[in-house]
């Protein structure tokens, strides 16, 4: 069973920070792509960023140069690191993650963690 586990988040002020983190865990051969999504109320779900497992990265523009998505492949965890957070960044984000089992590739999520930015 593999499991995401997210952590982070919460209430910051406009012009804050904030920094989430996910780690898989269960009978994980490897990791391919690792993601972060955000869905806002009302919204559809986006997709904010993306993480090879060789460490290429890609952001949505609304977040290019203020939001970065690392991982630590030992451990099995992708991070994102949130500054200069805006009222509009306020979502449910969620982890997302291409794993590599024993005689598949399987796409699995996270539970989703709220942040929200007050202005």
């Known amino acids: 069973q593999v499991q995401l586990v997210e952590s982070g988040g919460g209430l910051v002020q406009a012009g804050g920070s904030l920094g989430l983190s996910c780690a898989a865990s269960?009978?994980?051969?490897?990791?391919?792509?690792m993601y972060w999504f955000r869905q806002a109320p009302g919204k559809q779900r986006q997709l904010v960023a993306t993480i090879t497992s060789g460490g290429s990265t890609n952001y949505v523009d609304s977040v290019k140069g203020r939001f970065t998505i690392s991982r630590d492949n030992a451990k099995n965890t992708v991070y994102l690191q949130m500054n200069s957070l805006k009222p509009e960044d306020t979502a449910v984000y969620y982890c997302?993650?291409?794993?590599?089992?024993?005689?598949?590739?399987?796409?699995?999520w996270g539970q989703g963690t709220q942040v929200t930015v007050s202005s």
């Open positions: 269960g009978s994980i051969f490897s990791i391919n792509t």
């Open positions: 997302a993650a291409d794993i590599v089992l024993e005689r598949a590739v399987r796409a699995y």
